[in-house]
């Protein structure tokens, strides 16, 4: 611990305010945050409550280490980058970036390696990757949207699970979901991309092989093929590829042999009736409902 002292730091986080919710649209957004405890514990280095990252500008001069009992916010900032933030190693609740019109980058959260809640980065449009995070290795879901700068998942290289879901959404100029480096064999939540603009195929999820949660992919209006699910075995619950204008190849789903829920295959106009059946029929055990509706001829 740095030499600080424990009222100058009191004086510095006297400013913290609460972040507004997210937008009501993100999936699973975090639930409305409570007031600032200002708990402070100086020898373990660690304050209680819910925090907006301007308010602990400064607060890394004081600790080389600082753990965030509660959640932390980055929300309206009008700076192109985050304030120091380097010595914030966990943070047990929700990490929220969201509505900074010009940040571009995450990586003064550089040292972060463990967050206990939901990550969303959402509606950052100059924001270019998600170097910063690239130390979490698992949260309870992650979502990534309206980050329309992002070509790719590039920053979550550690990631290897999350127990709720992996959203991207509504990125327009992601062009493949590669970044995820440590995507293990094994996930347990759902995967769902939907509405990102300039999205070509599912490069980034190759080394997937059981999936115990659904997975979506819906209304991404160049997607053409679904290369990168080649190793997919099982899927636990649903898989649905829905709205997707320009797809005409789902042959990389060939390998999957059992579905836990429904299988639904719809509305997507250039896809052939005949590539449908043929997945159809060479999935061994589907548990649910098939709905094939919709799709060319």
């Known amino acids: 611990m740095r030499t600080l002292s424990a009222l100058a730091l009191l004086a510095l986080l006297s400013g913290c305010s609460v972040s507004p919710e997210p937008i009501a649209e993100t999936p699973d957004a975090p639930r409305e945050t409570r007031t600032p405890l200002m708990e402070l514990n100086l020898a373990g280095g660690a304050l209680s409550g819910s925090f907006d990252i301007a308010s602990l500008d400064g607060a890394c001069e004081a600790f080389d280490t600082l753990r965030i009992d509660g959640d932390l916010f980055a929300a309206d900032l009008d700076s192109a980058s985050l304030p120091d933030v380097s010595c914030i190693t966990v943070v047990t609740g929700d990490l929220v970036i969201a509505s ?18 939901d990550i969303v980065v959402q509606d950052n449009p100059e924001l270019l ?24 998942l590039e920053g979550l290289d550690s990631l290897t699970d999350v127990t709720d879901h992996l959203t991207v959404a509504d990125n327009d100029g992601i062009q493949s979901l590669e970044g995820l480096l440590s995507l293990a064999p094994d996930w347990n939540g759902d995967i769902v991309v939907v509405g990102n603009g300039d999205l070509r195929d599912l490069s980034g999820l190759d080394t997937l092989a059981n999936l115990r949660g ?19 075995r099982d899927i636990g619950d649903t898989l649905r590829v829905h709205g997707n204008d320009a797809l005409t190849d789902i042959t990389a789903l060939g390998s999957v042999q059992t579905i836990g829920g429904d299988l639904l295959v719809t509305d997507n106009p250039r ?15 589907i548990e649910g409902s098939v709905i094939t509706t919709g799709n060319g001829e």
């Open 129 to 152: 990757d998600l170097l910063g995070l690239d130390r979490i290795t698992r949260a309870r879901s992650i979502t990534i949207a309206g980050n329309d700068s992002l070509l790719d």
């Open 214 to 232: 659904t997975l979506e992919v819906a209304r991404n209006p160049v997607l053409d093929s679904l290369a990168g699910t080649e190793g997919l």
């Open 271 to 285: 896809l052939a009736a005949e590539s449908v059946s043929d997945l159809v029929s060479s999935i061994q055990e």
């Open 100 to 117: 900074n019109p010009e940040l571009v980058s995450l990586q003064p959260l550089v040292g972060l390696r463990t967050v206990g809640g």
